[in-house]
């Protein structure tokens, strides 16, 4: 034996560095440099060969090796016994799970059972889940989507679909909108494009009645009545019209902007101004800025959507665009949402359209009330709806009340200790999958990276495991790897698994400037105005004044929190205004119609005195949750949720 292998170490280093991507719901979807030691990841940072990601990671997931590496972390399938929960096998969890839902489906019919499935991955192996239950006979599904149903449905009335330009397009704006587009927080890797778009000249409005961090990237900051942005943009639209400056083409591809027009006319340019409550130069500088520093764009935010009027008011915003000619020129666009799962063949495996189910939004009154037959069972998986869902309260009873409920979690969530089955599943870095984004075209692969807990299964395997006990297993099989083939098989010609595991590869389909012919996915082929607003608004009275927001705070993925949140008091923030009686810090309770929570008041004089804002995702067994106040109620359209309309009040305890 030569000296020189004497002295070579017995074990080689086991320190790699893997690439991977953040499969949270965020439009951001962003490419991991994950370095892995003994199948232990040490460290995580943001891709640098990815377009959008540019090396770094937000805050939340910066710290997600403490989510990872948690004790809390759910490692064996529990099982309830009276108030409390045991270890169980694999076998005995799932043997139980498979006979209940089998009992019920013999009983009441495959519809007894529903299954929700939510944001906690947007990997669209998922879909894999919804396959399941379409195999087992048709289980009753949600309706709708709480998160961008009702700006969907607005922009897919109007232009046929919701899509959006390249994010890289935004550099060719002269003007840019944020209207209710929360940069710094929800959607940090559109900044590159913004300070870009910035530094060759851009103007950037921001529009929101809480503005905060975001208007350090704005030159201008407008704050409307919260639910009120349609006056504001009917009262550009008549400015635009007063000084000619509408599109001399619109007849040629679009239906119905004489009755919108017509609308925008029917009030004097002040009386928007006051609906919105804005001062009258602020809509004409606003509405002059964008009509005349084309090409201008709109950044329509999630948040401005999950209101009552949320659809309308998108799709004012749309007509708004096709009406100053912004429609399908580079640097133009009213930019909602892009269309992550348009490379996937992902529809061929969810429930048919015409499938019966209940509306996402009214979820817990939902499930109590349905007959024919009723819900006795609830399957839960990548999802914390009693957090997370309106009247979190009615949701846990609903819950509770059921004979048979499963949870698939890493976290003994608020859903989880409703259930009477918790099955341990993998976090996105030990398992593999494939992204889309819905805030710009890339796709990427996730890989697994970090060796899971011994007992710990992918959602994948769980529901393998479960359709061989059900006797359609031949029907889910196929390695994660091979259901990404399978899923990816629209765009087959020039992606492959091994492209996108290799990093981020753009979808070839969508067009890098959007509607350019203008030519639209609608039934006739053209742009529609919306023709009807309704000019009615939600008016706090004496024993709610104000409006609740609970937005996304920087340092949570909606429940999931990189930081411990128990212990910690609940903050309300509010104008001076909104609590005179209150000095920042003071204990205080918040009121709804459907009940109160104890907060330490955080005065804010830089927001509008009719707010009172939450953070989004306080858990109800830490007595944080902003939807244990708020009521449940559907937008116009579309099934969304109308998170931002419940009043308040703040009070000394
Ligand atoms: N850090 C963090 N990032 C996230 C998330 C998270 O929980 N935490 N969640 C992710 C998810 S699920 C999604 S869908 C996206 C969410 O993205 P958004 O829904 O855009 O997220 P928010 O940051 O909550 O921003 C809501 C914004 O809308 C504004 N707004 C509310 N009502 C109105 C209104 O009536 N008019 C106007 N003009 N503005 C209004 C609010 O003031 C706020 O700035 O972000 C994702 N990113
Ligand atoms: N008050 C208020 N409520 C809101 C909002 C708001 O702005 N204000 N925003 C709404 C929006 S936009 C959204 S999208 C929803 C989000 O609602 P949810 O999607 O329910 O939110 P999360 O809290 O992220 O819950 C996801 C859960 O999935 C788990 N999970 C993660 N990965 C996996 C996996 O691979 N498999 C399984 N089985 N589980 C996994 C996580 O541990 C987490 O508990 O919340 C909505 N609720
Ligand atoms: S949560 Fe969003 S911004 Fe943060 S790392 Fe994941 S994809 Fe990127
Ligand atoms: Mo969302």
């Not at 017509?262 to 130069?281: I, M, N």
């Not at 499930?367 to 998986?381: H, K, S």
Request: charged share 25%; proline share 7%; net charge neutral.
């Amino acid at each position: 034996m030569g000296r020189d292998q004497v002295d070579l170490p017995k074990v080689r280093s086991l320190r790699e560095v893997l690439r991977t991507a953040c499969n949270r719901d965020c439009p951001d979807a962003c490419g991991i440099v994950a370095t892995v030691e003994d199948g232990r990841v040490v460290q995580i940072r943001g891709d640098r060969e990815h377009p959008v990601t540019r090396g770094y990671l937000c805050e939340r997931t910066s710290r997600f090796l403490t989510r990872q590496y948690d004790p809390a972390r759910l490692t064996r399938p529990l099982m309830r016994r009276g108030a409390e929960f045991v270890e169980v096998s694999w076998d005995a969890a799932l043997d139980f799970v498979a006979a209940g839902l089998e009992r019920i489906r013999r009983e009441s019919g495959a519809e007894a059972v529903l299954h929700y499935r939510s944001g906690g991955s947007l990997g669209i192996v998922k879909v894999v889940n919804d396959w399941f239950f379409e195999c087992f006979g048709g289980a009753r599904v949600k309706k709708g989507d709480i998160c961008a149903g009702a700006g969907q449905a607005a922009q897919e009335a109007d232009m046929g679909f919701s899509e959006s330009h390249d994010l890289a397009d935004l550099v060719n704006s002269r003007c840019l909108l944020l209207w209710g587009k929360n940069v710094t927080t929800s959607f940090i890797h559109m900044l590159p494009e913004l300070k870009e778009a910035r530094r060759r000249g851009a103007v950037v409005v921001l529009i929101d009645p809480a503005p905060r961090r975001a208007a350090r990237f704005a030159d201008h900051v407008i704050q409307p009545r919260p639910g009120c942005d349609r006056f504001l943009a009917l009262g550009m639209a008549q400015w635009i019209d007063a000084h000619n400056a509408v599109d001399p083409t619109l007849a040629t591809w679009s239906l119905g902007h004489e009755a919108f027009l017509h609308l925008a006319r029917s009030r004097p340019l002040a009386a928007w101004a006051q609906a919105a409550d804005v001062r009258l130069e602020e809509l004409e500088n606003l509405a002059r800025l964008y009509a005349t520093r084309g090409p201008a764009n709109i950044q329509v935010g999630w948040g401005l959507q999950r209101r009552y009027h949320g659809g309308v008011t998108v799709r004012v915003l749309d007509a708004l665009c096709a009406l100053s000619g912004n429609l399908g020129v580079p640097g133009g666009g009213v930019t909602f949402y892009y269309a992550r799962r348009r490379a996937f063949d992902a529809e061929r495996w969810g429930a048919p359209a015409e499938r019966r189910g209940i509306p996402e939004p009214l979820l817990g009154p939902g499930i109590l009330d349905a007959t024919d037959p009723p819900v006795r069972a609830v399957v839960v998986d990548n999802g914390n709806p009693v957090a997370m869902l309106p009247e979190s309260h009615t949701l846990k009873r609903a819950l509770e009340t059921r004979e048979l409920v499963v949870v698939l979690e890493q976290f003994m969530t608020d859903t989880a200790a409703c259930a009477h089955v918790v099955l341990p599943v993998t976090t996105m870095l030990e398992e593999r999958d494939v992204l889309g984004a819905f805030g710009h075209h890339y796709l990427v692969g996730v890989q697994p990276v970090a060796q899971p807990p011994a007992a710990v299964k992918t959602d994948l395997e769980i529901y393998q495991a479960l359709a061989t006990r059900l006797g359609f297993g031949d029907r889910l099989e196929g390695s994660a790897r091979e259901w990404i083939a399978r899923l990816l098989e629209p765009v087959a010609n020039s992606v492959s698994v091994e492209s996108v595991e290799r990093g981020a590869v753009r979808n070839p389909q969508p067009h890098r400037v959007l509607f350019a012919e203008r030519r639209f996915p609608t039934p006739d082929g053209r742009f529609h105005f919306v023709t009807e607003v309704p000019l009615d608004r939600v008016t706090p009275d004496a024993t709610y004044p104000l409006t609740l927001g609970s937005f996304s705070t920087p340092q949570a993925q909606s429940s999931q929190w990189a930081r411990p949140i128990a212990g910690s008091p609940l903050e309300a923030r509010c104008h001076p205004h909104a609590a005179p009686w209150a000095a920042d810090g003071a204990p205080a309770r918040v009121h709804s119609r459907l009940g109160s929570l104890d907060v330490v008041v955080r005065l804010d004089a830089s927001l509008r005195p009719d707010l009172l804002l939450l953070p989004k995702g306080g858990w109800l067994q830490h007595g944080q949750a902003a939807n244990a106040l708020i009521g449940a109620v559907a937008t116009d359209i579309g099934l969304g949720a109308a998170y931002y309309d419940e009043p308040v009040r703040i009070a000394p305890t």
